[in-house]
């Protein structure tokens, strides 16, 4: 087991996927003990919270900051994968680039729990769950523990639930 002041949770998505709302909710609820790190070109934001830090990666920033975000893949305890479940148009983007990440090297071989939302679950023309998952090929993956969540990051409504069964994972 690694010890809680050692864990990096990272949350990655395109842009748009909701990431910077996801980050809002859950500092709101540990406001106190936030402390944030300023950011910088594909890092929307970092901040640290409860012995956890938490780093948010834009996946669709410019690919010359790939490098530098796939640094962070060695040293992290779990990935929260943020998609945009009413962006239809993007979930080829969204398999490629979960597809890339899978077979990261500094990942690949390593047992790291996945947390998927199903964002924007609230819109009219997004996926469910199972849609998703066929989307993505979630059922290929063996090596992790994943689970997939519908979220919906303006309200709120289904963070909590998705967030603890990522800290369960881990600890
Ligand atoms: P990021 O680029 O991944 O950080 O995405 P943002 O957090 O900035 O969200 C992009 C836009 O989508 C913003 O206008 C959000 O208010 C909106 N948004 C985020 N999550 C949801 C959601 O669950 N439902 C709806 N309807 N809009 C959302």
Not at 13 to 41: C, D, R
Not at 62 to 72: F, G, S, V
Not at 78 to 97: A, L, W
Request: proline share 2%; aromatic share 8%; glycine share 6%.
């Amino acid at each position: 087991k690694v010890k809680r002041d050692k864990m990096t949770i990272l949350v990655l998505g395109l842009n748009n996927s909701g990431k910077s709302t996801i980050i809002n909710h859950f500092k709101k609820s540990n406001e106190q003990s936030a402390i944030m790190v300023p950011t910088v070109g594909f890092l929307i934001e970092q901040f640290y919270t409860m012995g956890v830090s938490i780093k948010a990666i834009d996946m669709s920033g410019a690919t010359r900051y790939r490098n530098l975000w796939e640094h962070q893949f060695k040293n992290c305890q779990g990935i929260i994968y943020v998609i945009d479940s009413s962006d239809r148009m993007r979930f080829v983007v969204v398999k490629d680039e979960l597809d890339l990440v899978l077979q990261h090297p500094d990942l690949c071989n390593r047992i790291v729990p996945i947390l998927f939302y199903g964002n924007k679950s609230d819109l009219d023309d997004s996926l469910s769950n199972v849609k998703i998952a066929a989307a993505l090929g979630l059922e290929n993956i063996k090596e992790k523990p994943w689970h997939i969540c519908s979220s919906n990051a303006v309200s709120g409504e289904g963070l909590d639930e998705g967030v603890q069964w990522l800290v369960q994972q881990i600890r």
